[in-house]
């Protein structure tokens, strides 16, 4: 009898701990969903739209090529889209209190990715987070951006699909609203981290919108400098 008792008192333990195993022993990534705080798009700019700028491509002759949008990260960088740089001899930042930082550098950057980094002596603002974690069909999205000189905008959507081939290479797929002027920008996670850079639209699918995803830019761009 006390052999039975035994066994039986053994047998409830396994099962305990395996409950809690099952519940609480999953390995979690770096930015996992339950420990962050879901943020409104208001939230999102307060906090993140400073490290947003626009960016201003020069020729050689100093006459303006054309206008887009980058964003800080960490060690005086910046993303950008590869096609907003493209050709240009000459690079600026404005920021929306009107500091203008010039001698901005490209240091990396891929045509077929559509991503470009830059060097960019910024007076230490704050830098976006880039997500560590996959994106997710029907996660929510914020895009930002400047499709007008000094006027930056906040869109919200979905991840329509996250890992979407187009002409053969990967593209984030969001139906947060992108304008001309907004190439470069971030897309936003609900928890603020940045999950790709903004690149344009279809031309035969409305609302749908392309954007290069953070760990492409991870693993080709960012790598040596373990981003």
Do not use: W
């Not at 879901?38 to 993140?48: F, G, N, V």
């Not at 901005?104 to 950057?109: E, G, K, S, Y």
């Not at 002596?121 to 951006?145: I, P, V, Y």
């Not at 919200?156 to 593209?171: F, S, Y």
Request: hydrophobic residues 40%; neutral net charge.
């Amino acid at each position: 009898m006390r052999k039975a008792g035994t066994m039986l008192f053994r047998v409830c333990m396994l099962l305990t701990l395996a409950a809690v195993i099952f519940t609480t022993g999953r390995p979690v990534s770096g930015a996992e969903a339950s420990a962050l705080p879901e943020l409104t798009a208001e939230q999102i700019y307060q906090a993140d739209a400073d490290a947003v700028f626009y960016l201003k491509v020069y020729k050689e002759d100093g006459t303006l090529k054309t206008v887009g949008t980058g964003f800080l990260i960490q060690g005086d960088k910046a993303l950008t889209a590869y096609h907003v740089i493209a050709e240009g001899a000459s690079y600026e930042a404005v920021f929306d209190d009107g500091k203008t930082v010039r001698g901005v550098t490209v240091t990396a950057a891929d045509e077929d990715l559509d991503a470009a980094v830059l060097s960019i002596q910024a007076g230490g603002r704050k830098a976006l987070e880039l997500t560590s974690d996959e994106a997710r069909h029907g996660q929510r999205t914020f895009a930002m951006g400047y499709p007008l000189k000094g006027t930056k905008i906040i869109t919200e959507g979905i991840v329509n699909a996250p890992a979407a081939k187009v002409n053969g290479v990967n593209r984030l797929l969001t139906s947060a609203q992108v304008a001309s002027g907004m190439s470069g920008g971030p897309l936003f996670d609900q928890y603020g981290q940045v999950v790709g850079i903004i690149s344009g639209s279809f031309r035969t699918m409305d609302n749908i919108h392309l954007c290069v995803p953070v760990a492409d830019i991870r693993s080709k761009l960012l790598k040596e400098e373990g981003k």
